[in-house]
């Protein structure tokens, strides 16, 4: 599946996963994602390197990912150095397990030279809205 293509079935299964769970708590929600781990990260780009770092996100291997069930990538309005993403996986196990894999630790290793600042706080998606075109 193309990048784009991720994006879009995303948005697609956060919508039917939201329309089949109207009226239900966040528990509800995540348990009909199939989410149970994510978060939300903050990463400020080195002068000028917001385009780079964008560019390398798309790149993620996540996206081909079985376990990752979201993955938004987003900018600040007012600094283009400001780079946002939101993952969601089925467990904090297969993301661990994910995370230790010769992909990505190779992956994660390329965004030493563009990131300057990183922040993240545990946030678990549990539906919403995405349409990207």
Not at 2 to 31: C, D, F, H, W, Y
Not at 75 to 91: A, C, I, L, Q
Request: charged share 20%; proline share 4%.
């Amino acid at each position: 599946m193309k990048r784009r293509e991720v994006l879009l079935t995303m948005g697609t299964v956060a919508a039917i996963a939201m329309a089949g769970t109207i009226g239900g708590g966040a528990s509800a929600r995540q348990a009909a994602s199939g989410i149970a781990h994510g978060f939300h990260a903050r990463m400020k780009a080195k002068p000028g390197q917001g385009d780079a770092l964008v560019a390398l996100l798309f790149e993620a291997p996540a996206f081909e990912h079985s376990d990752c069930k979201v993955f938004l990538i987003g900018r600040s309005n007012s600094d283009p150095d400001v780079v946002f993403v939101t993952e969601g996986w089925v467990s904090e196990a297969a993301h661990t397990r994910f995370t230790a894999t010769e992909e990505a630790t190779s992956y994660t290793a390329r965004f030493g030279p563009l990131v300057e600042e990183w922040t993240s706080s545990d946030e678990i998606p549990v539906g919403g809205k995405a349409v990207l075109t």
